[in-house]
């Protein structure tokens, strides 16, 4: 599976950002689909996540209310809309693809790795 993330860029604070990643290489509609952060000095952190139909989705506490993650199958895209964002938000955000279906907040469930795109969010 190869996985692009795009969407990211500068932007205000309180300012929104959509993310997209694409998907090939497999049956897109049988990936879970999880979207984490990783800042400069800190670990990746789990953002994201959404299952293989899209009827279930799990958000970190810091994101909840704030982002929605949603999929459209039939063009193989996950996105990630981020509102009301925060200077605290500014990392490389990374996609990935578990084979499970379920989209999780464990890092382990992820088999496959896109090459992120670096959110930066001025006050």
């Known amino acids: 599976v190869q996985l692009q993330a795009s969407g990211g860029g500068l932007v205000q604070a309180g300012g929104s950002l959509r993310l997209s990643c694409a998907a090939s290489?497999?049956?897109?509609?049988?990936?879970?689909i999880g979207w984490f952060l990783q800042a400069p000095g800190r670990e990746r952190e789990f953002v994201a996540a959404i299952s293989w139909s899209g009827a279930t989705t799990e958000y970190s506490d810091s994101v909840k209310g704030r982002f929605t993650i949603s999929r459209v199958n039939a063009k193989n895209l996950v996105y990630l809309q981020m509102n009301s964002l925060k200077p605290e938000d500014s990392a490389v955000y990374y996609c990935a693809a578990g084979a499970t279906g379920w989209g999780t907040s464990d890092e382990d469930d992820y088999g496959y790795w896109g090459q992120g795109t670096q959110v930066t969010v001025s006050s």
């Open positions: 290489g497999r049956p897109f509609s049988t990936l879970g």
